[in-house]
């Protein structure tokens, strides 16, 4: 018995583009198109219809744009939320990290090769984020003077969840560090690694490394990127 096919939602304005996701993912064995959409308006009532395994969104569109479809499929709060691939013309910039604050999975640009949009989909609908290192360093450490919190509650909640070695840890993936990255720094396997990852994750509440990166800068954990 074979796995059932990753089933997305397309979420375009242009309908060449549209169409051109369209026939990359579904020339996959493993992927199924179930849905498109022109407009966020759309794309948010398609979603919750259809309820994708992952969404590819697009972030400027009409009516409402992909931010807030993002923010009401995947934001805080919901019980079950949507895995939305961002895919967009835009390189790092604010609205980018405007969209994984909403609750983006990752993203790529419009110029990947399909080889990396397919491998991108693959990689957020087994639950895992799609954040280059490289990406994380500056989307992250460029928007960091925003993202502090007003009081050291947070901070102080953060270091009382976690243990001495899980803080290293998320210091590390805050600094935009790979898993084999992060065991040839701390001298531990990478399955150690996953580990320690995975009770971050648990004990923070949080979906993925993006909101690891996002929370670790909120709390003063990381004060400036290399």
Do not use: W
Request: aromatic content about 4%; overall charge negative.
């Amino acid at each position: 018995m074979t796995d059932a096919p990753i089933r997305l939602l397309i979420c375009e304005d242009q309908e060449l583009v549209r169409a051109g996701y369209t026939t990359i993912f579904s020339s996959q064995p493993d992927m199924e198109v179930i849905g498109e959409a022109a407009d966020g308006r759309a794309a948010i009532e398609a979603a919750r219809r259809l309820r994708p395994d992952v969404i590819v969104m697009d972030i400027r569109m009409p009516i409402i744009d992909g931010i807030e479809a993002t923010r009401q499929l995947a934001g805080p709060g919901l019980a079950t939320p949507a895995k939305i691939l961002v895919v967009t013309t835009f390189n790092v910039d604010v609205y980018v990290y405007e969209a994984l604050k909403a609750g983006a999975s990752g993203f790529l640009l419009k110029d990947a090769a399909p080889a990396e949009l397919i491998k991108g989909v693959r990689t957020i609908a087994r639950g895992d984020s799609l954040l280059a290192p490289a990406v994380t360093r500056t989307l992250i450490g460029r928007h960091a003077e925003h993202l502090r919190p007003t009081t050291l509650q947070a901070r102080e909640e953060v270091v009382r969840a976690l243990t001495a070695r899980e803080l290293e840890v998320l210091e590390q993936i805050a600094a935009g560090r790979t898993n084999a990255e992060i065991a040839a720094e701390l001298f531990i396997t990478i399955e150690t690694v996953k580990t320690y990852v995975s009770r971050i994750l648990m004990k923070l509440d949080l979906r993925d490394r993006v909101q690891a990166v996002i929370l670790a800068f909120r709390v003063g954990l990381v004060s400036s990127m290399e």
